[in-house]
């Protein structure tokens, strides 16, 4: 693509090998150049004074330097997404201003739809938290695997996803499909079209509630349990949503 305007990159990251994942990643997108890997945060935050970064991949969970602190302290000048194996902090990380949230192990598609969003003219404080967006920055339907037959699904319609082992229930409106897959991969795919993790066994799409409790809610018709280890942060989303 002519007159590309390259997008300059750092990866703050603790693990060898998900660094390594990264800038492979970055390497394979011919907008971003990687500049840089720093297991250290401390030592991320000093590269930065030499200036000509554009964006910062970081891993929230680190130590010496709290992601969360990290991000604050930069989102004004930076693009930063997130990349972690916990799913705790999605929706609230995009009310600090992150661009997208790779859950790990993060799928090069995943990856790419990240890179798309550093393309767009928006500041990352700008884009809208996927608790209450009903307007994807990108096209929300994908095909699914079911007996050999590829079938075609729009994301903001799936109520929720079941795990079933290897397997998962997509249940849309009065319908479902089974297909291979995992709720951690339907974490990413859904993070901006509402979805939330609320058991360890259900992923729902908090616009197609119909209600809700302590205990559990309700959606499609189905009253599904809200986890213990989930409970406060599902409740404290849900009390978020303004209809």
Not at 15 to 39: C, N, Q, R, S, W
Not at 117 to 133: E, G, V
Not at 184 to 206: A, K, P, Y
Request: net charge negative; aromatic share 10%.
């Amino acid at each position: 693509m002519p007159n590309m305007e390259l997008l300059h990159c750092i990866v703050v990251e603790d693990e060898p090998i998900a660094a390594e994942i990264l800038e492979d990643y970055i390497g394979m997108v011919p907008f971003l150049k990687h500049v840089g890997t720093y297991h250290d945060p401390l030592a991320g935050l000093n590269s930065l004074a030499q200036g000509n970064i554009d964006v910062i991949f970081l891993d929230l969970s680190m130590p010496k330097l709290r992601g969360e602190d990290f991000i604050r302290s930069l989102i004004e000048k930076y693009k930063i997404v997130i990349t972690t194996a916990h799913h705790e902090y999605a929706l609230e990380s995009y009310e600090w201003g992150v661009t997208d949230y790779l859950l790990k192990p993060i799928a090069f598609n995943r990856f790419v739809i990240a890179a798309n969003k550093l393309r767009t003219p928006t500041t990352a404080k700008n884009i809208p938290s996927p608790s209450l967006s009903n307007e994807p920055a990108f096209s929300s339907h994908r095909f699914f695997n079911v007996n050999k037959t590829m079938i075609k699904i729009d994301l903001q319609e799936i109520r929720y996803v079941e795990s079933l082992k290897e397997y998962v229930r997509i249940v849309i409106g009065d319908q479902s499909i089974v297909t291979k897959g995992s709720l951690q991969e339907f974490e990413q795919m859904l993070v901006d079209f509402g979805g939330l993790r609320i058991h360890r066994s259900f992923l729902v799409n908090v616009h197609h509630i119909q209600t809700y409790s302590a205990q559990e809610l309700q959606t499609a018709g189905k009253f599904i349990p809200i986890g213990r280890q989930y409970k406060e942060r599902v409740l404290e989303i849900l009390g978020k949503i303004v209809l």
